[in-house]
Each structure stands twice: as C-alpha cells, then as structure tokens.
C-alpha cells in the first residue's frame, strides 16, 4: 500500500469528540472483527504504516481499524502551538492509543472465547463445526446468551477499570480544553486592548 493510497483513505474532521464504549453487548454486535481467524487477527498491523503528516489546520481520520474498530486519528498541530495546547494534543493521542489497545486486546479475547463456546457446544449436540455444504453452523440466540452473560460477568471487574480510567481522562482533558479556551480568550482580549490603547 503505498503513502499517497494511504493518505487518500483518510479523510478531514475538525475537533473529534471522545466517545467511550459504555457497554459490551453493543461492543459485541458491532465488532465484525471477531469473525476473522485468530492467525489473521495476529497478522493486523495496530496502526496504519503510513499515517499522514499532521496539519495546521484539521485532524486527520483513517477508517476503522479491523481490531479494535476505533478510527485512528492524527491531530492537528497548531502554528506557534503553546505548551497548553501541546499537552491537551499529547493527551488526546494517549488516550486515542489506550482505547485503540484495550478494545483490541478486549475483541480479540471476546472472539477466542466467543469460537470456543460455540465448538464446545456443538461438540456436546455431536455436531462438527460445519455442515455437509461447508457452511459454519450456528448456535441459537438463546444459547449464545449464556455466553454473552458469562463473558460480562466474568469481565465485570475490568470493564468498571475501563470506565473508571476513561471517566478520569475525559476529565482531564476537558478541564485542559476548557484552560485552552481561557488562555486563548485571555491572549485576543490583550490584543484587542492593545490595539484600542492610543499611543502616547
């Protein structure tokens, strides 16, 4: 894949919003990445090879990635960019690239653990994996729902850490925005002052 297909497949965004995933049976649904075969999702790169340089002007959005289906994201970079503004970008990424690699690590877990459960129980009912036409046989949603239950309970401790962490970061970054915001305000009302001082 080359620099130029690369770029062309992000597209522009102005300021992205955090979204958390707040819960894991919608996590579940959505996550189409679990479908692959565990030596494909070994092979996935985390990030794109060839991420675009940033702007002055927008942030950058790629399509989803196939693992963790979190779109990476490459944020602007300011002109005259203040060290305010450094470390609100700087935590922006970090928290970007947590969520990216709890989200892998979460879907590559809930797809192992999901293709187990199913070949245990087709097992039980004597049933192989496919039928005579090669297709994957399925269990009933009844049956998967003890799966999914199972596999909340058991990652209930861990997905309270989750919310917790992102609640702190969320936060942070918006008590950052916010001193962003005031000391941009607080720059163009020294300005504006200036300009309406007559000189002497």
Not at 165 to 191: C, D, P
Request: with cysteine; glycine share 4%.
């Amino acid at each position: 894949m080359s620099v130029r297909v690369a770029v062309e497949c992000l597209t522009w965004r102005r300021w992205s919003c955090l979204r958390g995933r707040q819960s894991v049976m919608a996590a579940a649904g959505r996550r189409e990445c679990c479908k692959l075969a565990p030596k494909q999702q070994d092979k996935l790169p985390k990030r794109s090879k060839f991420p675009p340089a940033p702007s002055a002007t927008h942030d950058w959005i790629g399509p989803p990635n196939p693992l963790s289906n979190m779109r990476p994201i490459v944020y602007r970079v300011p002109p005259n960019e203040s060290e305010l503004e450094r470390r609100l970008r700087n935590m922006r990424q970090d928290t970007e690239d947590w969520n990216h690699q709890f989200w892998s690590q979460q879907n590559l877990t809930f797809g192992k653990e999901k293709d187990a459960f199913i070949v245990s129980q087709l097992k039980a009912k004597g049933l192989t994996e496919r039928d005579q036409q090669g297709r994957r046989r399925t269990l009933t949603s009844e049956e998967m729902s003890v799966f999914y239950k199972d596999f909340l309970d058991k990652n209930r401790q861990r997905h309270v850490n989750y919310n917790k962490e992102w609640y702190r970061r969320n936060l942070s970054i918006t008590f950052l925005m916010a001193r962003v915001a005031l000391h941009n305000l607080w720059k163009r009302v020294g300005r504006t002052k200036c300009r309406n001082t007559p000189a002497t």
